[in-house]
T-cell receptor, first 114, second 113 residues
């Protein structure tokens, strides 16, 4: 079945460091891909998404590109801030445009130190 | 616009007891979803309502779990009787349509002792 594999954390970085969180997926159809973020004490929030191959999602300085050839959707940010400390989840919906059932990675905890 | 709310935020019960979790979706969102994250594992889909109807309950673990959405507004998820392995964080989400973003609540942390 469809699945998402995400790099394990925790990840600890200094402020202004470069961030990459790897995410790869397995899907039989044409999935949409998502990154969600959960800040301490809050619910999951959609950070960015991409619905087809070569799409780049971006938000708040974060970017991820849908790579069909490598089945990847790695999350990157050029310069992290302390406020980026959170848990990041990669997810997919099996069919683009139909997001009924999201399939999730394990989540990666990020801590950014000043 | 108020977001998705969940109650309680945290529940601690003993094995064998009953617990009911509540989710209030964003007003006007016909689609309501329940997910669960057991410690150390990925978030798993439990079920999906469209208005008051269960569209997909393929993720419900067993018949100790009962979800309802009477009137198509708020939803409850009852666990009866609770077992140790039911411990985890239960997330609720809602969306206007299945093609649109799911908005999540803060979750209910359930601890079964």
């Amino acid at each position: 079945g469809d699945s998402v594999t995400q790099m394990e954390g925790p990840v600890t970085l200094s402020e202004e460091a470069f961030l990459t969180i790897n995410c790869t997926y397995t899907a039989t159809g044409y999935p949409s891909l998502f990154w969600y973020v959960q800040y301490p004490g809050e619910g999951l929030q959609l950070l960015l998404k991409a619905t087809k191959a070569d799409d780049k999602g971006s938000n708040k300085g974060f970017e991820a590109t849908y790579r069909k050839e490598t089945t990847s959707f790695h999350l990157e940010k050029g310069s992290v801030q302390v406020s980026d400390s959170a848990v990041y989840f990669c997810a997919l919906s099996p069919n683009a445009g139909n997001n009924r059932k999201l399939i999730w990675g394990l989540g990666t905890s990020l801590a950014v130190n000043p | 616009e108020a977001g998705v709310t969940q109650f309680p935020s945290h529940s601690v019960i003993e094995k064998g007891q009953t617990v009911t979790l509540r989710c209030d979706p964003i007003s006007g969102h016909d689609n309501l979803y329940w997910y669960r994250r057991v410690m150390g594992k990925e978030i798993k889909f439990l079920l999906h309502f469209v208005k008051e109807s269960k569209q997909d309950e393929s993720g419900m673990p067993n018949n100790r779990f009962l979800a309802e959405r009477t009137g198509g507004t708020y939803s409850t998820l009852k666990v009866q009787p609770a077992e140790l392995e039911d411990s985890g964080v239960y997330f609720c989400a809602s969306s206007r349509s299945v093609a649109q973003e799911q908005f999540f609540g803060p979750g209910t942390r359930l601890t079964v002792l």
